[in-house]
């Protein structure tokens, strides 16, 4: 069955870090687009961040920018999030996916991520203030 698990999140304190990792299972991320997505109660999912394939070019969203760093390692189907000076808003459930690149996998990571198939359980991350 194809599908990723994410793992790395728990409770941090505001202004800490940390890395999440996403594991693809049953099939490899060669050839897609993987993007780091959030979702707190109440609210609507929102695009985190989004990488590239061979050329590893990324998007962050605007609220991420400058605390956050996608990257992914395709020889061993994972895609990490590092996260840097959390804050109490960022608390949330953080889920991967992934689009394959010929289906313009980038403009669907960004903008429709509900296009996707290939989603994890998501492993929430909490930040205290």
């Known amino acids: 069955e194809e599908h990723f698990v994410e793992s790395g999140g728990g409770l941090v304190e505001s202004g800490g870090s940390r890395r999440l990792t996403c594991t693809a299972s049953?099939?490899?991320?060669?050839?897609?687009?993987v993007g780091w997505f959030r979702q707190a109660p109440g609210k609507e999912r929102e695009t985190v961040a989004c990488?590239?394939?061979?050329?590893?070019?990324?998007y962050y969203n605007n609220l991420v920018k400058g605390r956050f760093s996608i990257s992914r390692d395709t020889a061993e189907n994972k895609v990490y999030l590092q996260m840097n000076d959390l804050e109490p808003e960022d608390t949330a459930v953080y889920s991967c996916?992934?689009?394959?690149?010929?289906?313009?996998?980038?403009?669907?990571?960004?903008?429709?991520?509900?296009?996707?198939?290939?989603w994890g359980q998501g492993t929430q991350v909490t930040v205290s203030s």
């Open positions: 049953g099939f490899t991320l060669e050839m897609n687009v």
């Open positions: 996916a992934a689009f394959p690149v010929l289906r313009g996998g980038f403009r669907l990571c960004i903008l429709n991520p509900a296009a996707s198939n290939l």
């Open positions: 990488i590239g394939d061979v050329d590893e070019k990324t």
